[in-house]
């Protein structure tokens, strides 16, 4: 069993930049691709990003292209989002996610095994 703690969320104005992070527990990290998603008031669960499990490939959803970047760390069971250049329309609760063995870079929610409880961001025009 997998337990993630995402932290790092906070209200800012737009334009600015904030790193969430995710630390991971109960099994070993490298085993599990990892993923970033978000969720606004009313709207469905979105992917943000996702990284393979040795880090060397990343996938991002076209709305955040160029503006976030997901990364991580093996050694410290953790991976991270950096969220730069923020809009309004970004404000959401954003949720990590680990897929065990992962071989192909996941973007469906379903694909995922674990979650955490989410953090959230606001981003005030």
């Known amino acids: 069993q997998v337990q993630l703690v995402e932290s790092g969320g906070g209200l800012l104005q737009a334009g600015g930049s904030l790193r969430l992070s995710c630390a991971a527990s109960g099994g070993t990290f490298s085993d599990y691709g990892m993923g970033w998603f978000r969720q606004a008031p009313g709207k469905e669960r979105e992917f943000v990003a996702a990284?393979?499990?040795?880090?060397?490939?990343?996938t991002y959803a076209d709305p955040v292209k160029g503006r976030f970047t997901i990364s991580r760390d093996n050694a410290k069971n953790t991976v991270y989002l950096q969220m730069n250049s923020l809009k309004p329309e970004d404000t959401a609760v954003y949720y990590c996610?680990?897929?065990?063995?992962?071989?192909?870079?996941?973007?469906?929610?379903?694909?995922?095994?674990?979650w955490g409880q989410g953090t959230q961001v606001t981003v005030s025009s």
């Open positions: 990284i393979s499990r040795s880090g060397g490939l990343t």
């Open positions: 996610a680990a897929k065990f063995r992962m071989v192909v870079v996941a973007t469906l929610p379903e694909k995922y095994d674990y």
